[in-house]
Structure formats: C-alpha cells, structure tokens
C-alpha cells in the first residue's frame, strides 16, 4: 500500500510540473512570462551543432546514393543492418556487363578479333566492377560509418542533454514567476493591514495572511535557489558536451580525407585499367584499319566524334602511312631505326615493352606474323606491334 502511496504522490508531483512548465511555455510564447535566455557562447555550440548535424545527414544520405545508386539495394542493406545480418553479396552492374561480355566473346569464337576484343574488354569491366566493390567497403568502414555513429550516438546525447535544460530553464522561470506573484499578494496584504479600521478579528485575520504569504514567499526563494542551482549544473553539463563538436569536426576531417584516397586509388585503378585495354586493343590493327576503311570511304569525323574514335583513326592512319616502308622492310633482310609512337607494355616474354619516342632498331623474321616486328634496344630484344612504329629515314 506504502509503494502504491509512493508512486501515486510521484505521478502527481510529475504531472504538476509537467503542467507547470507547459503554463510557463505558453505564457512565453504569448509575451506573458519574462524568459530567461542562455548565454551567448552556449547559444554559438548549440547553433553550431544543429549546423553539424544538418549537414553531416545530407552528407551521408548523398554518399550512400553515390556508392550505391539503386534505392531498393539500398533499403535492404538498411534493413539487414537493423536486423544485425551481413547483406548477401550482389554483382554490380561493371562486373555484370563484364560477364555479358566475356560470354559474347566466347559465343562469336575468341579467335576472331571481335570476339577476343570483347573478352579483353569484359575482363577488365569486371577488375573495375571489383575495384568500385573496394571502393564501396572502404568509404563505408572510414567515411560513412563514421558520420552515422555522430548521427545516431553522440548528437542523441546532446539532443537529450539539450531537452533537460530546456526543462530546467523552464522550471527555472515557472519558480521566479512564483516568487514575483507572492512577493506581490504579500506586498498587497501589507497595504490593506494598513488601511483597515482596528478591530481584534479583523487584525488576526490579516497577521494570519500575511504570516502565510511570508511562509509561501520563503518557500518560494528556496525552490528558485534549487531550481537555479539546476539550472546552472544542466547548462555546463551541455556546454561540455557540445564543445566536443570541434573534436568531432576533426574527427570527420580524417574521415574525409581516407574517404578522398579511397576514391584516388579507385579512379588510378580504373585509368590504368582502361590504359592497359586501350594498349591490347591496339595490337588488334587489322579489326580496326578494316572497319575505319569501310566507314572513311563514307562518312568524315567531325567534332563529336568520340576519344576511341579519334584513337582508332589516328592508329589506322599510322599503320597506313607506314605500310609501304614495313612492307619492304619486312621483304628485305636488313635492318632499320624506328621511332616509338606511344608507350607498350608487353603482354608476354616474347614481347618488347616501349616507351613513346624512343629510337630502337627493328627488322623481320621470316614467318613472323604480318602486323610484328622484331625490335632491339641494347642487349633486350622481342617482339613489337607495327602500328605503333614509324621508321626513320
């Protein structure tokens, strides 16, 4: 019976505050109640960790539809995260346009030079669909675990913190609202003991009132004391907390820059693959001279023509200016200087690897394959692609 006293009392006393910090709230927002404001350095925190939170959320919400542009992906990896279950792992759309690939090239025949151009070309779509799948884990271990873990843990607790002293201050003000309203009946029952007509009942009546009202007023100056006392403890205990946004802010800057050489090194990784498909292609020269003299006899490029375009012409041009010199060299025995027109990586030991404008020495073997060479540079010797040669006189 005892409990149940104790917890209708406490349910009471807390409804009577609620009551009261709504009746201080309202008359606030009427101009009725006077309202005591923080300090200013208190006010900057507060301001600066509402900015922090509004723009860490459009941050976060931004770089998940960056990393993975497919909302329905991205609501079942959230859904699998609340669950605490590792989302079963997905192909991508390069490593999915890889596979298509590589099984085109392998329906035409990987003998023909379209078929192995597409095989060449899946591969590498799926070492780029393998490197944005890096990509993705790191930037989210670094970058975006990071901002959520402020989002939902430390701004939760400066929110809360931030709710109890707005309650404080308003039980604070409710208790000077009360003080001023018994200071006044106090000073309004001392004026009318001064006017009325002496009379025993009469006196006794207001030496009663005026001793409760006294009563009520000290009363009333101990609940301010406490409640300013409060008050005081609840604002330094958020002041506290919200200085450590500049900690925070540090924090994500290191985030911030291990999420920029996530993306460097996938960026890199993606030019030297697409270099290194660029480079294989070039060693197909038939393919491409066959499909630039179909189209060159109808058509001229014009400024919209595209970077491969302009890289096949160039290549084909090259190999055709060249073709009368490498067809007689390639019927003598002799030997010639040749300038290197951009850089090769060898793809076998049989090869010779180039660097642009170097001068080697190049001649033929017999029954070596119409669009090679031999090339020479010092004691290094292998195998080099024709089209990317022009011999000097």
Request: overall charge negative; hydrophobic content about 35%.
């Amino acid at each position: 019976m005892s409990i149940m006293d104790f917890n209708v009392k406490k349910l009471a006393a807390d409804a009577g505050t609620f009551l009261s910090r709504a009746v201080q709230f309202t008359e606030e927002k009427l101009g009725q109640a006077e309202k005591t404001e923080l300090d200013a350095h208190l006010e900057n925190l507060l301001s600066k960790a509402e900015c922090t939170k509004h723009w860490t959320e459009k941050i976060m919400k931004q770089t998940e539809v960056l990393l993975q542009p497919n909302p329905n992906a991205r609501i079942e990896e959230f859904v699998y995260e609340k669950l605490d279950r590792k989302a079963p792992s997905r192909v991508n759309n390069q490593e999915l346009l890889g596979q298509y690939m590589i099984d085109a090239g392998n329906e035409f025949g990987p003998g023909t030079a379209y078929g192995n151009a597409l095989i060449k070309c899946g591969e590498t779509q799926k070492r780029i669909g393998t490197a944005d799948r890096e990509l993705v884990q790191t930037s989210a271990i670094n970058f975006l675990n990071p901002l959520r873990n402020f989002i939902e843990g430390d701004y939760k607790t400066i929110a809360k913190e931030k709710k109890l002293l707005q309650n404080k201050r308003l039980d604070l003000d409710a208790a000077k609202t009360r003080l001023k309203k018994a200071k006044m009946a106090e000073a309004k029952a001392s004026q009318l003991n001064s006017t009325q007509p002496e009379g025993d009942n009469i006196m006794v009546n207001l030496s009663y009132m005026l001793n409760l009202l006294h009563v009520k007023w000290l009363k009333s100056e101990q609940e301010l004391r406490i409640t300013q006392s409060e008050f005081d403890r609840q604002a330094e205990i958020t002041r506290l907390l919200l200085e450590g946004i500049s900690s925070t802010h540090a924090h994500h800057l290191r985030c911030l820059n291990d999420f920029v050489e996530a993306q460097m090194t996938y960026y890199a990784q993606c030019y030297q693959y697409m270099l290194d498909l660029q480079k294989q292609l070039g060693s197909f020269p038939s393919a491409f001279v066959s499909n630039n003299n179909q189209s060159s006899t109808t058509s001229v490029p014009n400024a919209s023509t595209s970077s491969s375009a302009v890289t096949t012409t160039f290549l084909s041009s090259t190999s055709n200016t060249a073709t009368p010199a490498l067809s007689d060299l390639k019927e003598s025995s002799g030997s010639r200087k040749a300038r290197v027109l951009y850089d090769y990586d060898a793809a076998n030991s049989s090869e010779l690897s180039l660097l642009a404008d170097e001068v080697i020495t190049v001649y033929s073997i017999v029954g070596m394959d119409s669009d090679w060479l031999m090339g020479e540079r010092g004691n290094q010797k292998g195998k080099v692609p024709i089209t990317y040669l022009e011999l000097l006189n």
